[in-house]
T-cell receptor, first 114, second 112 residues
Framework: DAGITQSPRHKVTETGTPVTLRCHQT?????MYWYRQDPGHGLRLIHYSYGVKDTDKGEVSDGYSVSRSKTEDFLLTLESATSSQTSVYFC?????????????FGSGTQLSVL | SQQGEEDPQALSIQEGENATMNCSYK?????LQWYRQNSGRGLVHLIL?????REKHSGRLRVTLDTSKKSSSLLITASRAADTASYFC????????????FGQGTILTVHP
């Protein structure tokens, strides 16, 4: 999957616990994204990053925070997990945006919040 | 950001037949992209068509774009069982600049 590793691949956690998902890339791409995929909603953008320490909110960012201290790593944190955050989470990277933008996706993390 | 809406939601065909999926969007774009998702996997980029292009080919894929109707179509010719997947369009540009979002996709099933 284009040098993108998501960890963990599966996680089960309890409501109220903090959870951190990691996305690691070896492509040295500047742009990184976190999406969640749920039945009936398609893929929705949670947060994105245009570079180290440069992040911004997507359309469903409530309850999530992100950090990017290195080009290769983009962390997604659920500060206090809720059952509504049970989902499949995908990380994506892009070398550029605009006319030639193209996303490469990781394999996803299946998160279950009980 | 805008997302495309794919139609139909599901499509079932026999191997060897052609499959056509449609995408509609609402605002101006720089380009429109199509992605495929196999079950349990991440999305894979298939093809990108720029706003000044009307048609583009890649192997068995043919994409058309009509900016006046704000619509695109993806044609897969001579479908194979391995083409079974979900297909998503992603209009890019305007409010979606650098922030692609995806609809629910078209689920294509190709029967051997």
């Amino acid at each position: 999957d284009a040098g993108i590793t998501q960890s963990p691949r599966h996680k089960v956690t309890e409501t109220g616990t903090p959870v951190t998902l990691r996305c690691h890339q070896t492509e040295n791409h500047r742009y990184m994204y976190w999406y969640r995929q749920d039945p009936g909603h398609g893929l929705r953008l949670i947060h994105y990053s245009y570079g180290v320490k440069d992040t911004d909110k997507g359309e469903v960012s409530d309850g999530y925070s992100v950090s990017r201290s290195k080009t290769e790593d983009f962390l997604l944190t659920l500060e206090s997990a809720t059952s509504s955050q049970t989902s499949v989470y995908f990380c994506a990277i892009s070398e550029s945006i605009g006319a030639n933008e193209k996303l490469f996706f990781g394999s996803g993390t299946q998160l279950s919040v009980l | 950001s805008q997302q495309g809406e794919e139609d139909p939601q599901a499509l079932s065909i026999q191997e060897g037949e052609n499959a056509t999926m449609n995408c509609s969007y609402k605002t101006s774009i720089n380009n429109l992209q199509w992605y495929r998702q196999n079950s349990g996997r991440g999305l894979v980029h298939l093809i990108l068509i720029r706003s000044n292009e009307r048609e583009k080919h890649s192997g068995r894929l043919r994409v058309t774009l009509d900016t006046s109707k704000k619509s695109s179509s993806l044609l897969i010719t001579a479908s194979r069982a391995a083409d079974t997947a979900s297909y998503f369009c992603a209009p890019a540009g305007g409010t979606s600049y650098g922030k692609l979002t995806f609809g629910q996709g078209t689920i294509l099933t190709v029967h051997p």
